[in-house]
């Protein structure tokens, strides 16, 4: 994947949720969507509106959405020099406390750790993406946006 990929990595299933809700609220939200996200000439890249999505979502504490809008703006070019800036912005605006005990621990750190780990072992950027996207996908319960009910204890004993 490049700058010049149009496809994200991972899809807005969070709409989704807002069918289930109310269909006119989806159409309306599905709409400002595609607003935000589709537009046909858009005045910021791909690349630095997911950077900025996902700094005002850290801002926001929605560290699932940090989450993946980091495997996106990965899949659209960001280096890591860029996100070692971006990480260190987050102490800097949030407190090196803030950091320790709310970023360090979540998916969003580990998904950062894991494209540099990747990067220094010279696996290629479409590569990187594929294993974020596997670990830090919809299969990852604390990034995943749809709603899935919970096991009951008979399902989760096989019955």
Same mark, same amino acid.
Not at 11 to 36: H, R, S, V
Not at 99 to 106: L, N, R
């Given at each position: 994947?490049?700058?010049?990929?149009?496809?994200?990595?991972?899809?807005?299933?969070?709409?989704?949720?807002?069918?289930?809700?109310?269909?006119?609220?989806?159409?309306?939200?599905?709409?400002?969507?595609?607003?935000?996200?589709?537009?046909?000439?858009?005045?910021?890249?791909? @690349? $630095?509106?997911?950077?900025?999505? =996902? #700094?005002?979502?850290?801002? +926001?504490?929605?560290?699932?959405?940090?989450?993946? %809008?980091?495997?996106?703006?990965?899949?659209?070019?960001?280096?890591?020099?860029?996100?070692?800036?971006?990480?260190?912005?987050?102490?800097?605006?949030?407190?090196?406390?803030?950091?320790?005990?709310?970023?360090?621990?979540?998916?969003?750190?580990?998904?950062?750790?894991?494209? @540099? $780990?990747?990067?220094?072992?010279? =696996? #290629?950027?479409?590569?990187? +993406?594929?294993?974020?996207?596997?670990?830090?996908? %919809?299969?990852?319960?604390?990034?995943?946006?749809?709603?899935?009910?919970?096991?009951?204890?008979?399902?989760?004993?096989?019955?």
């Amino acid at each position: 994947m490049s700058e010049k990929n149009t496809t994200p990595p991972l899809k807005p299933l969070a709409l989704i949720n807002f069918k289930k809700t109310d269909n006119e609220l989806a159409k309306i939200i599905g709409n400002f969507w595609k607003l935000t996200w589709n537009k046909e000439n858009p005045a910021i890249d791909p @690349k $630095t509106k997911y950077l900025l999505s =996902l #700094s005002n979502a850290v801002g +926001a504490h929605r560290i699932r959405q940090a989450t993946r %809008e980091l495997v996106k703006a990965y899949a659209f070019g960001t280096t890591v020099a860029e996100l070692d800036e971006l990480f260190s912005l987050f102490v800097w605006n949030q407190g090196a406390g803030h950091f320790a005990s709310e970023i360090g621990p979540s998916p969003l750190f580990a998904a950062y750790q894991m494209i @540099k $780990t990747l990067k220094n072992e010279g =696996l #290629s950027r479409k590569q990187i +993406a594929q294993q974020l996207v596997e670990n830090f996908g %919809e299969k990852n319960k604390d990034v995943t946006t749809g709603y899935a009910p919970a096991k009951s204890q008979n399902q989760t004993q096989g019955e």
